[in-house]
Nanobody, 117 residues
Framework: QVQLVESGGGLVQAGGSLRLSCVAS????????MGWYRQAPGKQRELVAAITRGGNTNYGDSVKGRFTISRDNAKNTVYLQMNSLKPEDTAVYYC???????????WGQGTQVTVSS
């Protein structure tokens, strides 16, 4: 089992920045890909960004050029730097981890990000 604990959410004005962190614990050796998803009220959960242990990344179209995902393997931590935030970025952000690229086996509890206009 892998446990994921997110932090860093909050309230920010449009145009501002936030950095989310997710610390993984447990059977870390089994995890290759980690990432972030988000879910806004009434919408489906969508991919924000993902990163492999080797540093390959993938981003959702709506965040490309504004968000950056990074990973510190020594600290078992993945980060999401969010810049130029927009009200439509408001959602609960979930950390994810998977044994294979494109697969999610574990979820964090979620952290709320609210962007005011």
């Amino acid at each position: 089992q892998v446990q994921l604990v997110e932090s860093g959410g909050g309230l920010v004005q449009a145009g501002g920045s936030l950095r989310l962190s997710c610390v993984a614990s447990g059977s870390i050796f089994s995890v290759n890909a980690m990432g972030w998803y988000r879910q806004a009220p009434g919408k489906q959960r969508e991919l924000v960004a993902a990163i492999t242990r080797g540093g390959n990344t993938n981003y959702g179209d709506s965040v490309k050029g504004r968000f950056t995902i990074s990973r510190d393997n020594a600290k078992n931590t993945v980060y999401l730097q969010m810049n130029s935030l927009k009200p439509e970025d408001t959602a609960v952000y979930y950390c994810s981890a998977g044994r294979l690229w494109g697969r999610t086996d574990y979820w964090g509890q979620g952290t709320q990000v609210t962007v005011s206009s």
